[in-house]
């Protein structure tokens, strides 16, 4: 249960991350420093998300097998 709520807490981080990153680069410009942190941040709790979730999925079926 443990992974649930940390999937539930990075999906929560990742949607909270965005909406101050579209903020701010509205605000400052894409190529800010300010967005660019705020992006290279939001990567990192994607690619973590992302690594939780692998241990999730259905493996792949693979043709030919039964």
């Known amino acids: ?6 999937l539930l807490d990075l999906s929560n ?3 909270h991350l965005r909406k101050q990153m579209i903020e701010i680069g509205t605000k ?3 190529k800010s420093p ?3 942190f705020q992006s ?5 709790l ?7 979730t692998k241990g999730f999925r259905e493996p ?4 030919g097998g039964n």
């Open 46 to 52: 994607i690619y973590a998300y992302q690594s939780l």
């Open 34 to 36: 300010e967005t660019l």
């Open 60 to 63: 792949s079926k693979t043709k």
């Open 13 to 15: 981080q990742i949607d």
């Open 1 to 6: 249960m443990k992974n649930y709520y940390s």
């Open 28 to 30: 400052k410009g894409l």
């Open 40 to 44: 290279q941040e939001l990567d990192k």
